[in-house]
């Protein structure tokens, strides 16, 4: 069955750094985009940012451009989540989710997700 698990979630200040990964029992994963969303208590489930089959097209959502940075290691059947310059309002559960073909920044695109990590930003 296909499966998404997401780690490196935790608690940061603001202006501080987390990574998170989200290992994927896709075969082959290189034929899936990868995206990930994140959702706050009481909003909706807003797209973060994806990246292409091979890691050479990158698309982030407006409030993380120019402080997240997605990868991913094919080899290693992972996606990345880089983020850098947190702000109290980064804090949510952050989700990755996988789909074949071309990357789409809406959730009801997507099928396969992981349970989510919560990151915390706060002083």
């Known amino acids: 069955q296909a499966q998404l698990v997401e780690s490196g979630g935790g608690s940061v200040q603001p202006g501080g750094s987390l990574r998170l990964s989200c290992v994927a029992s896709?075969?082959?994963?290189?034929?899936?985009?990868v995206a990930w969303f994140r959702q706050a208590p009481g909003k909706g489930r807003e797209f973060v940012g994806a990246i292409n089959w091979n890691g050479g097209v990158t698309y982030y959502g407006n409030s993380v451009k120019g402080r997240f940075t997605i990868s991913r290691d094919n080899a290693n059947n992972t996606a990345y989540l880089q983020m850098n310059s947190l702000k109290p309002e980064d804090s949510a559960v952050y989700y990755c989710?996988?789909?074949?073909?071309?990357?789409?920044?809406?959730?009801?695109?997507?099928?396969?997700w992981g349970q989510g990590t919560q990151v915390t930003v706060s002083s």
């Open positions: 989710a996988a789909r074949e073909g071309v990357w789409e920044q809406w959730p009801d695109s997507y099928k396969i």
């Open positions: 896709l075969h082959p994963f290189n034929g899936y985009a």
